[in-house]
Nanobody, 126 residues
């Protein structure tokens, strides 16, 4: 069992930056592929970014590529999402997720992930 706790959300003006963190419990964190998803008001949950077990493999949604960076520190059982050049349309609840089936493959569908955090609110004002 893995427990995930996000932090770092908040209110920021357009063009600003935030860094989200997701702390994981358990000693097998390094075997999990990790992902960030978001769900805006009235919208479906969407994939934002994913990272493989080593951190050497990453994948981004087109809407955030070049602005967001996902990274991980396996020694700290933590995955990060650095968000720059934020836009009002980035406003959403951001959740991290973990899957252990294949630590080298980056899954992009929410139903492929086994564990979820509660989420952290990110609000970008115009």
């Amino acid at each position: 069992q893995v427990q995930l706790v996000e932090s770092g959300g908040g209110l920021v003006q357009a063009g600003g930056s935030l860094r989200l963190s997701c702390a994981a419990s358990g000693r097998t964190f390094s075997t999990y592929t990790m992902g960030w998803f978001r769900q805006g008001p009235g919208e479906e949950r969407e994939f934002v970014a994913g990272i493989n077990w080593s951190g050497l493999g990453t994948y981004y949604a087109g809407s955030v590529k070049g602005r967001f960076t996902i990274s991980r520190d396996n020694a700290k059982n933590t995955v990060y999402l650095q968000m720059n050049s934020l836009k009002p349309e980035d406003t959403a609840v951001y959740c991290c997720a973990a899957v252990s089936r294949s630590a080298n493959y980056i899954y992009t569908q929410h139903y492929e992930y086994d564990y979820w955090g509660q989420g952290t609110q990110v609000t970008v004002s115009s």
